[in-house]
Nanobody, 125 residues
């Protein structure tokens, strides 16, 4: 199994920045990709960004492209989400997740095997 712990959430104003971290432990050698998803109150969990662990190929939702950057530190088994120019609609609980199955589509919830507990991001206007 893979255990994930997110950190870095908080309350910020529109236009501010935050950096989320997700530290993985356990069977990290099995990780193919890591992703970030978010869930606003009353809404479904939605894709934000993903990165393949070895190649570092990145994927972004259109709503965050150009504002968010996903990166990873293989030595620390940690993935980051740098969030700039935050908007109120970015508010939600942010979850990191791991895919061990070499899925073709990393933009959906289904392929991910392990999930963190989530960290709250609140952006005030």
């Amino acid at each position: 199994q893979v255990q994930l712990v997110e950190s870095g959430g908080g309350l910020v104003q529109a236009g501010d920045s935050l950096r989320l971290s997700c530290a993985a432990s356990g069977r990290t050698f099995s990780m193919y990709a890591m992703g970030w998803f978010r869930q606003a109150s009353g809404k479904e969990r939605e894709f934000v960004a993903a990165i393949t662990w070895r190649a570092g190929t990145t994927y972004y939702a259109d709503s965050v492209k150009g504002r968010f950057t996903i990166s990873r530190d293989n030595a620390k088994n940690t993935v980051y989400l740098q969030m700039n120019s935050l908007k109120p609609e970015d508010t939600g609980v942010y979850y990191c997740a791991v895919d061990t199955g070499r899925s073709f589509n990393l933009r959906v919830v289904g392929p991910y095997d392990y999930w963190g507990q989530g960290t709250q991001v609140t952006v005030s206007s």
